[in-house]
Each structure stands twice: as C-alpha cells, then as structure tokens.
DNA sequence: CTCCTCTGAGAAACCGTTTTCTCGTGCAGA
DNA sequence: TCTGCACGAGAAAACGGTTTCTCAGAGGAG
C-alpha cells in the first residue's frame, strides 16, 4: 500500500472525501465543527491514500518545525550519546527530529551549525558537552529560540542540567563503608575539574575527614600509578574510590599485578558506568551511573515545554546518579549480569 | 548586531533596499537580470538587516529540505559516530543539516523515525549499522527519496558503502611478515560474521596456507582464553592478528601477565583502531583503522549528489583501510604520539 | 410566522520564499 | 520616424498546508 510516500497532498485527500481542503484540514487534525461522519469519511480517505502532510507547508503557517537541535563538542560521544539517545526517546512520539551537529572546539563551526539550525527554524535547542564547567565555542545567549544546557555550562538565568556528582558519589562511598570499608581513598581526575571538587567534597563528607586524594589524568596510567604510589608509601586501603572507570581499571589491572585480590582485599568503585571499561574489567567495576539518558529524556521535555511557550523555571538542576553494583565490591554483590549490572537499594 | 536571529523577513530587506521582493530574491540568489548596482544594493541591506532566509519557506518551493536523515542501530555509537561526523564534515559546507535517528532493532521505533524524516522531506538517508552484514528493520527500498548505505548491508541494486576488510586485513600481515615474524596466528570474533570470514581469507592468502584460527567472541575475554588455549597446545607463535582491538586487549593483558613480552617476543595487531582500547593498552595498539570517518564523507557526498538527480553507480564500493603503527609489533614502530599513532608508509 | 442562534462546511487569506510572466523604457537598426 | 528587442524590475502565481471569515440552512423561541 501507499508506496508513493510523500506525493499525495491533503488536496487529493479531501477530493476524494468530497470535501474542501478547510475541511480535510481540521477533520485531520480533529479541530473545527463539522459532522463526525464527515470526519471520519476524511480520515478514512487519508489513511487509504497514505496521506502524510507536508511537515514544511505545515511548519511555515505554524512557525513551529517539530525539530530541534542538538549541539555538541564532545566529538567521541562519550556523553553526548546517552544524552542524545534520551532526548529522541522524549521527542520522537512528539513527532521531533533532532539535528546532531558536533562542533569539535571550533567556534565558527558552531557558528555555521547554529546558523544552518536556526534558518531551518528548529522550535529549540539543546547544549551538550564532555565537561560541566565549561561552555561549547559559541554563544547561545539571544537565540530566538529557547536553549536548554545538558552537561554542559549554560549562560546566565538558562536553563541546565547535570548529574548530581556529590550525589552519587556520597552513594558510592556510603556503599563501601556499609560493606565495613575503614580506610577508602580516592584517585581521580584533574583538581580543576568541577566534578573532581564536587565528587572529592563528597568523598571527604562521607569518610568524616580529609582522607587521601590524589589527582591525576583520567587515564588507565594514572591508575596505575598511583596504586604504586600507595603501596609505595605503606599506605594501604581497604578500599578505593576512583573518579572515573578508566582510573578504576587501571587501579584494578594494577593491583591485580601486584597480587592484591579485588574484592576481597581492596574493594574499587569507579564512576561513569561506561560499559565498554567497566563491563570488561576483571573483575567487573562497581560504578556510578550519571544517568545520562534520563538527563538527556528531561532535556527534551523542557526544550518542548519551552518551545510550547510554557513557563520553566531557570537555573541549574541536578539529576540523580545512580550505584550500579558488579563484582569489584564484594559484599552483596550476587549477580552480575554482564550489560547493567544490579542498581543498589536506594534507602 | 543582528540579534533578532530569524525575524527580519526578505520583505523587510525589499523595502530597504527600495525594490519589490521579487527583485531582491533574485539579488541574493544570484539569479535573475538586474542593474549590477540593485543587486549589490540589495545585498548590502540584507546584511545589515542580517537577513537569512526561512528555509523551511525556501524549501517548500524548491522541494527541497536541505537535510538527510541519519538511521542507524548502532546504539552504542561506536561504528556511527565516525560515520556520523564525516557526513557532517561532507555537508555542513553546502548548508546540509542531518537527523539522526537511533533505531535499535525494534521495526516500529524504525518505522516512526523514517516517517517523520520523509514528513520532513529530507533530501535522501544514509542508512548505517553495526555490522555489514545484517540489515536495519526497516525496509528503505521504495522511498521517494534516495538512499546510501554505509556500513551496513543494502537493498538490492542500492548504493552501499563499507570498508574493505580484505586489503585492512592483508596490510596487517604484510605488516607482521616485513618485521619478520614467522609464525603468525588469527584470534578473531564468530565464524558467521562476513567481516570475520573476510579478515579470515585475507590473513591465509597473507601467510599462503591454513594457518592458525581461533574464532570466538568480540571480548577481551575471548582474547585471554585464546591465550591460554595457544600456549596450552604449546603453539607459540611469534604474532597474533587479532578480529578487533577488545579480543588484542585481551591478548595483550595476557600474554604479559605470562610473562611473555609485546613487541618483543610476540608481535599483535588489532582491528578496528578504537582509540580507548587500541592507545590505553600496554604497549599501545598497532592496529587497522576503517577510515569510517572518509566513508561518511563518502556517503554524504553520494547522497547529495543523488539528490540533485546526479546519476550514481549502483553497486557495493570498498574503501580502503589503513593500518595505524603503535607499539605492539615493535620494528621500526619508532614514534609514538599518544593519539592516533603513526600511518604505515605506503610503499 | 418571524427572528435569532447555532451548526456544518466552504472561500479565501496567510506563512515566506522562489519563479514565471508581464510590462515599460531606452536604444539600435531600418 | 517607426519597429523591434533587450533589459531591468515588479506583479502575481505558485508551494501545501492551517486558520479565519463568511454564509446558507436548520431549529427553537416568542
């Protein structure tokens, strides 16, 4: 059946209901007075003829485009991916597209993406990137159309989403003491980082005390570094907290080389759940999980929301993180399936 | 300056300019006769006014959208995202914007997503995958725009793009055997895989006999496993050629954690250059890059070429690998940038 | 029986461009 | 001087829908 695809025009439909188009219109888009015969005589004939309206010839009269935007500078996808994977999970019953443009760091790049975006009339815009503090190359500020920031630094009174860092962090250090960790210290990413503040402040608050923070790179390396440099000055924890999956896995194949046995001898969180390291690490990486896809979902919602003309409030909120348990704990850790792993109890 | 964005309509710059619209469309299009002098006058408000025309007004005429739709399975991105970024790199220039649309394997979600795009009266779809040999759930042969497939298995008579696993496969064990190694062996993913068939069949012609095939899953698992059985059986070789950079991972972990050195006593190659396994491994990975970042390209151009009614060949074209030196066969692999590695002469 | 209101449906304007026609003018050729 | 043509520019028709307006007829109230 209706192979043509976008040939048929609401004037055919209406033809061969015996109506105007005015009336195949609003039969159509169930507004207007007229019989509910006739409405369904009008819809009847649309769906034989496989109708589709012209998303254009509509978008022009309604000033909307049911489309938006997705600008980003996290090239690798890392975050954008979830984030965009929620965002067209909100819209797509909505009937919205998104346009993904990666503008690598390259303000007139943003520049020709925002400008190609804005022509087309997209109803909003959403502002993603690979890290919460810093903002993408090119200013949002005066669109004519509304912005919403998701993991990314948005501008004065905007509307912003992030993950809760100290959250799920808090979570994660909670855990490891409830399995009767006593001395847990944390390795992590660049000190200037906003979420290595955020995530440290965290950790600091859950162990009641300054503890043992060491900064690095976010890399397997690091990890392994600093495990060396653990055991080299005598200190060893029971348990480790690092501030991404990459630092874990190293942290792990570093102990692992030195004969120290994960979990049983040190417990190790990681932070991201990014599965492709956490999944694969032997063993498998206790992680936090920064909902991404669902921060991603409430972004869409409020660009729509927005883009409808309804009132959202401005300001920056945070979106739960959630503990994803697999094996690098220990404890209750009983199942493991190897995609997800088990969400921890949340009281 | 222009801060109001879409607002200012090319009747605005009409009447600034001081002559009708119709003139001043044909002044900014360059099309049309008029005084040289008009024109640049018509210019010249439209860029005070800062003017950019509503494309969606523009396209309703034309019949074109100036936008393609991106429908793809690959959730995880892994093979997307560079295909994704070269289609932009290919468009963003001719003012080309892209949907894209993250199908998972579900028919229906597939169906909703192609329908919206053709509503939109997208100019064509590249349609791409996570594996060349299966096909999206989703029937794109009769659509009443043009399509390209990249990476993915096409209709028949379609264009399709995909790289040539043969030459990729053959250049690494040219690669293995200019450094000298003797004994070389295969560790790739399950059997049923064309790719795995076809890296398969290159590797022999390579080696010229049967040589040694191990066949298992995408996993560094799997890598480890294939470890213990080779040594097992006593066959030590003096390189592995592995499926992808997860199951050479996976080797690689392995074979140092028995003691036996990379490069030194044993040479590996990976698949795929995914830069967060193939650059975090120890030593780093030399391994076969698919260029899916050109074949984006290569497919945004084609699609675009067919949507201004260009003919295109029909047929399956390869493109070519190219294989990435690290440090994991040693020999002349000399330098060692952090990111991307260094290009293997051509000879 | 008249007047008014309410209902169903169509005519026409509109959205912002592009494109095709039409038309007046000036200049060259006869 | 008259004809014809090229040229510059505007009027108007598209594109494919939505929305506002208008209107004829039915039915109820007085």
Redesign the interface.
């Known amino acids: 059946m209706s192979?043509?695809?976008?040939?048929v025009r609401i004037y055919d439909v209406a033809s061969r209901a015996g109506v105007s188009v005015a009336t195949a219109s609003k039969a159509l888009n169930d507004t207007g007075r007229m019989t509910e015969d006739t409405r369904q005589r009008v819809k009847a004939a649309a769906t034989e003829l496989g109708f589709?309206?012209?998303?254009?010839?509509r978008?022009?009269i309604q000033k909307r485009?049911?489309?938006i935007?997705?600008l980003t500078n996290d090239?690798?996808?890392r975050f954008t991916?979830p984030v965009?994977?929620g965002i067209?999970e909100a819209l797509?019953?909505q009937?919205?597209?998104?346009?993904?443009?990666?503008i690598e760091d390259d303000p007139a790049?943003g520049r020709?993406?925002l400008?190609?975006?804005?022509?087309?009339?997209v109803d909003g815009i959403i502002a993603s990137g690979k890290r919460i503090d810093r903002r993408l190359p090119v200013d949002l500020s005066?669109?004519?159309?509304p912005v919403v920031y998701a993991f990314t630094e948005g501008h004065e009174g905007s509307v912003t989403l992030v993950s809760d860092d100290f959250q799920g962090s808090a979570e994660a250090v909670e855990h490891l003491i409830a399995l009767g960790c006593k001395r847990i210290v944390h390795v992590t990413g660049p000190e200037t980082f906003a979420s290595v503040k955020e995530r440290t402040k965290a950790y600091r608050a859950g162990i009641g005390g300054d503890g043992v923070v060491l900064y690095g790179a976010w890399?397997?390396?690091w990890g392994h570094e600093a495990v060396a440099q653990l055991w080299q000055q005598g200190e060893t924890p029971d348990a480790i907290f690092c501030g991404n999956d990459?630092i874990a896995r190293g942290v792990v194949?570093a102990l692992r080389?030195r004969g120290v046995k994960v979990p049983a001898d040190v417990s190790v969180v990681g932070f991201d759940n990014w599965e492709?390291?956490a999944g694969?690490t032997r063993p498998p990486l206790t992680s936090v999980d920064m909902n991404l896809k669902a921060l991603g979902r409430e972004a869409g919602r409020l660009v729509l929301e927005l883009a409808e003309g309804k009132p959202v409030e401005p300001g920056v909120r945070k979106l739960p993180c959630q503990l994803v348990i697999r094996e690098s704990c220990g404890g209750n850790a009983a199942v493991t399936e190897s995609r997800g792993g088990v969400v921890a109890a949340v009281d």
Chains 1, 2 share one sequence.
């Open positions: 192979a043509g695809g976008g040939r589709r309206p012209n998303a254009m010839a978008g022009l485009s049911f489309t935007g997705l090239t690798y996808g991916l965009m994977a067209s797509v019953d009937g919205v597209s998104v346009f993904l443009c990666g790049l020709v993406h400008d190609a975006m804005l022509d087309k009339q005066n669109l004519p159309v890399s397997e390396h990459q194949d080389e492709i390291v694969q």
